[in-house]
């Protein structure tokens, strides 16, 4: 619907409303524009991680979009709504972690906005520049599907907070900074763009949802080996949760990896590893592929805050 309603031709915008940033175009380069809020009890909890764990993984978030497409960060916009309770001390925290994600990957925090409120929430806007932003679109039959980034291991650190575990154990470290503290993949997003990827998607809301929205907006197949998705770090860690290795890969969610494809005749970038390939176009799909070569439709369960 908003899709529908905000759509149309305007002058300087080359990429509107439907993809991971929007782009407006420049004489040289095209301006990559996205927005993403943090709200408590959605998103996070105080429980789970501290508040500048919250800041830096709301703009680590944001960022994720101009990594999607290809894009340089150049700055970064933060509207706080604090409940009435917030001391200086937690606004300061906040403050840090947000300053600690802009410093890590050069994207300075040049202004934003502070209010109060019933919850906690941080919307995070960001600006990039790209010469030829990746889209979600243009993924072609043959094409390899590739991703940068672990997948699960933010849904399994999830899991292991919802159910209590104890956190000073040594296997959960990787889990829980992968929650914590995710890394949008802005180098890789430019490696893609070097090696002449050709649709991609940053995977927030899970593999199987997020290649979905791949495969939909290409209008192809996209086939996923089983062996390749699943490694064995993260089969441990669903042995450990009681869950399974692939259900917490496709499913998970907040990665912030980047899910890509590129062309069959060009080497993928070394910050890319091989996932599977696309195999037909004309009929949205995705597929899992076991060892034996049997394929079965993914379920889509990834997170969608209207479901």
Request: proline share 4%; no cysteine; hydrophobic share 50%.
């Amino acid at each position: 619907m908003l899709r529908e309603l905000f759509a149309g031709a305007a002058p300087g915008v080359a990429l509107g409303i439907g993809d991971d940033a929007a782009l407006l175009s420049r004489p040289r380069e095209d301006l990559a524009w996205s927005i993403d809020a943090a709200v408590e009890g959605v998103h996070f909890r105080r429980d789970w991680m501290s508040l500048e764990d919250v800041g830096y993984r709301a703009t680590m978030a944001a960022l994720s979009d101009l990594a999607a497409m290809s894009a340089t960060p150049l700055a970064v916009l933060a509207a706080l709504t604090l409940p009435t309770a917030t001391d200086d001390a937690e606004l300061a925290a906040i403050a840090r972690g947000q300053r600690a994600a802009a410093v890590e990957l050069d994207a300075p925090i040049v202004g934003g906005n502070l209010a109060r409120g019933d919850v906690l929430t941080i919307t995070t806007t960001v600006l990039g520049e790209v010469a030829r932003g990746a889209q979600r679109s243009g993924a072609r039959a043959g094409d390899l599907v590739a991703a940068a980034g672990e997948l699960g291991f933010a849904g399994a650190g999830r899991m292991w907070l919802e159910r209590g575990l104890s956190t000073d154990v040594f296997e959960a470290r990787g889990a829980l900074a992968a929650f914590r503290r995710p890394i949008a993949r802005i180098a890789a997003g430019r490696d893609a763009a070097r090696s002449g990827v050709t649709s991609m998607i940053d995977v927030s809301d899970g593999l199987a949802t997020d290649a979905a929205q791949l495969a939909e907006a290409s209008s192809v197949t996209i086939e996923l080996d089983l062996v390749r998705v699943v490694d064995d770090e993260l089969a441990r860690l669903a042995t450990s949760l009681g869950s399974e290795a692939l259900e917490l890969a496709l499913s998970g969610g907040e990665d912030y990896a980047l899910l890509a494809t590129f062309p069959p005749s060009l080497p993928l970038p070394k910050s890319f590893r091989l996932l599977g390939r696309v195999t037909a176009k004309g009929e949205a799909a995705v597929l899992v592929v076991d060892a034996h070569g049997d394929r079965r439709p993914v379920s889509l369960a990834g997170f969608d805050h209207f479901r």
